[in-house]
């Protein structure tokens, strides 16, 4: 971590900061934290539509973790005492202990996760927990919760991604000389290994393990310490509370502080573009186990059945994982659209931030754990994806690059070939039945030799440029992304 680029200054005096005020002992009717200058409670309606505890009591743990650190840095700064802190870490623990047992009781009239704690923190040890709040604010507190709890999300997802490639690269090994017809437009193009097909999703998933980290660098900045929007008057020291917390540097602007929420659209962006990946991929499993192509047979234990037609095994895990990317893009455009009107800094709109974040971060994990539970349990129909693979004239760029070979300019290849095929759609056969006088009709360069070239094998194992789908470009790749994945 970088140096404090000012120290924090001289030591306050003692006596003020340790003498314990006369303390308010009048009850206060409003039951809020921050009631002081409120004359009316609030209206009925009004609690229920501001509070956020029902969905952000989920960060209780990063909420307890900050406050304990930044106790300790409050007492390190003689900002309380350390009898104090410790009564607050104590308490603190104490909280975290009920909420993880269930037996704590949230408060709606509490509004949140912060001030729910804090409020029990304060009726169970007295006074020093009223000093908890000190030189933070929620605004920086809620800022710094939802980057802790996101550190932990992004590290857990990027390792599902990882056994995601890993699961598909073992399937990839293991089918290596399994051939299919890869498409274009949805129709026959030309033969590819299976392998090959599969490891094009592991380069995407890669790549998307590459955005959640370069997501998690941008967000490793601490923001506590920025209280509500100016920083503070009081000797802290922001460096200690990122070193214990272990963040790797402190934010710079506490105004960008509480209100910078691009850390999360970079989540939600990076979770967009790798559900757009699993859905692409769930949808080739459902077309592939359709009667049409018969490509796959996806095990019981994935499929589930219809109600009324006793016949049916649907593909509804492949389906859904398609489905639920409509909600993480959803979810990305939210919080887009939350943030692009507000003033700086920190505006109540952004509480709804969560909402969006958390349901991300559950359907993501839950997609990719399930998608890397049914693949194994995957049956390929070799036999019919080889013999699809030939037909549909797949084998027609082989014919063109044959006589590429002999001399002849591409483009003119291309039209002969054209002309092959034509002949062909008309007698209702495939390249392979022609016989060689008339292919010879077409150029007299074609010889016996164009038979072999003609086969799907021969196709897929001569297609050895880098990148390409030949059996050893192929093996290549699994050698690479095996290295990469054991990192
Ligand atoms: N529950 C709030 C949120 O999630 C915490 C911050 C509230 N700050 C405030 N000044 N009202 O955004």
Excluded at 211 to 218: H, I, K, T
Excluded at 228 to 248: K, M, Y
Excluded at 345 to 373: H, W
């Amino acid at each position: 971590m970088k140096k404090p680029m000012h120290k924090a200054s001289s030591k306050p005096p003692k006596a003020m900061l340790h003498k314990t005020q006369p303390q308010n002992r009048v009850a206060d009717p409003l039951n809020k934290l921050w009631s002081g200058r409120f004359k009316e409670p609030t209206h009925a309606s009004v609690e229920s539509f501001t509070e956020s505890i029902s969905f952000d009591k989920r960060l209780w743990r990063q909420d307890v973790n900050g406050s304990i650190a930044h106790a300790h840095m409050l007492a390190k700064q003689r900002i309380i005492t350390l009898k104090e802190a410790e009564a607050i870490i104590r308490g603190l623990n104490n909280i975290a202990l009920e909420i993880a047992a269930g037996t704590f009781s949230f408060s709606r009239n509490l509004e949140d996760i912060h001030m729910n704690i804090e409020s029990s923190l304060t009726s169970r040890i007295g006074d020093p927990g009223k000093k908890l709040h000190t030189a933070r604010s929620r605004n920086d507190q809620v800022a710094l919760d939802l980057r802790l709890y996101l550190r932990d999300e992004i590290r857990s997802i990027m390792s599902l991604v990882r056994s995601l490639e890993e699961t598909i690269v073992a399937i990839a090994e293991k089918h290596l000389d399994v051939i299919m017809p890869g498409y274009t437009h949805l129709q026959r193009a030309q033969p590819v290994l299976l392998s090959h097909h599969l490891l094009a999703y592991v380069a995407m998933l890669d790549r998307d393990r590459g955005r959640f980290s370069d997501c998690l660098r941008r967000m490793d900045v601490m923001p506590l310490g920025s209280c509500a929007l100016s920083g503070t008057s009081l000797p802290t020291d922001r460096f200690l509370v990122a070193r214990e917390l272990g963040f790797n540097s402190i934010s710079m602007n506490s105004i960008d502080a509480v209100s910078d929420r691009d850390f999360a659209i970079e989540f939600l962006a990076a979770s967009a573009v790798l559900i757009m990946h699993l859905s692409r991929f769930a949808e080739e499993l459902v077309l592939w186990s359709t009667e049409e192509f018969r490509f796959i047979e996806i095990s019981d234990r994935f499929t589930t059945g219809s109600s009324i037609m006793p016949q049916k095994k649907n593909p509804d895990v492949a389906e859904l994982i398609r489905g639920k990317t409509g909600r993480v893009y959803g979810n990305l455009v939210s919080l887009l659209t939350l943030m692009k009107g507000l003033p700086l800094a920190y505006n109540r709109d952004m509480q709804e931030d969560k909402q969006p974040v958390f349901d991300t971060a559950d359907t993501i994990s839950a997609c990719l754990t399930v998608m890397t539970g049914m693949l194994p349990a995957i049956q390929f129909n070799a036999s019919r994806m080889k013999a699809t693979a030939g037909e549909g004239y797949s084998t027609a760029t082989d014919l063109a690059e044959y006589l590429v070979r002999k001399g002849v300019p591409f483009r003119a290849a291309h039209e002969i070939t054209g002309k092959i095929v034509l002949h062909c759609i008309r007698k209702k056969i495939g390249l392979q039945a022609l016989d060689l006088k008339d292919l010879q009709s077409f150029s007299p360069l074609i010889d016996r030799d164009i038979f072999a070239v003609l086969e799907p094998s021969t196709s897929v194992r001569t297609r050895t440029s880098y990148g390409g789908t030949s059996p050893a470009e192929v093996k290549r790749q699994i050698r690479h992304y095996k290295k990469m994945l054991a990192k």
